[in-house]
């Protein structure tokens, strides 16, 4: 019998909040990312966190730090509304090699079946060198219905997650080959593009 390996893989995760980063109260976006990828990814994972003020420039650091130290996948959460401070998209667009919209255009998506001020997020998501960088709403209960998608009484998937499309993308930028828990957040891939279980 084969015993299937995963391949590790690293996963930056930054958490963007004036409050939370100075400890006006507890941060609940980084527990939320762990929690939904562990159970989501088959694979080893190695979690770089980061818990960090409303910044551009600071953002813009460490979304290059994190890429720098072979995170594949890179996801942000906060600061992607239109007050002031909320400057995440402009300091992820900052360091993008090319910029993938449909990820946020399939958030915003998601959010409307919910709450019509979906309209004003601007999360986005974007390439540098071989890591995918993604960014994400604020509260956990969001997160969590962006990346997984909806689901009816019967579990069937009504409307995609963005995930499902993340381990493909992190294929063809030259990223480990990521196995989803299909129960999660069920993967897709061209059949040229699918490995046989064991690989």
């Known amino acids: 019998m084969t015993t299937e390996t995963f391949e590790p ?5 930054v958490s963007i909040s004036d409050r939370a980063s100075s400890g006006v109260y507890e941060d609940k976006g980084l527990p939320a990312l762990k929690d939904w990828l562990t159970r989501a990814l088959k694979n080893p994972i190695t979690f770089e966190a980061r818990l960090i003020p409303d910044e551009r420039e600071g953002i813009s650091a460490a979304l290059i730090d994190l890429v720098d130290a072979g995170c594949s996948l890179v996801l942000t959460t ?28 399939q958030m915003r998506q998601i959010s409307l079946r919910f709450v019509p001020t979906a309209i004003l997020s601007r ?13 994400l709403p604020g509260q956990p209960k969001s997160i969590q219905e962006t990346l997984e998608g909806l689901k009816g009484t019967g579990g069937e998937q009504l409307v995609a997650g963005i995930f499902a499309a993340v ?10 080959y990521l196995k989803t828990n299909d129960e999660v957040c069920k993967a897709f891939r061209p059949k040229s593009a699918q490995r046989p279980a064991g690989v």
């Open 9 to 13: 893989v690293t996963i930056g995760i």
């Open 78 to 105: 906060g600061g992607t509304g239109p007050a002031p401070r909320d400057v995440t998209p402009e300091a992820t667009l900052a360091v993008a090699h090319k910029e993938m919209p449909g990820f946020g255009e």
């Open 123 to 135: 999360q986005c998501a974007v390439v540098r060198d071989k890591s995918l960088i993604i960014n």
């Open 167 to 176: 381990p493909y993308c992190v294929d063809l930028i030259g990223g480990p």
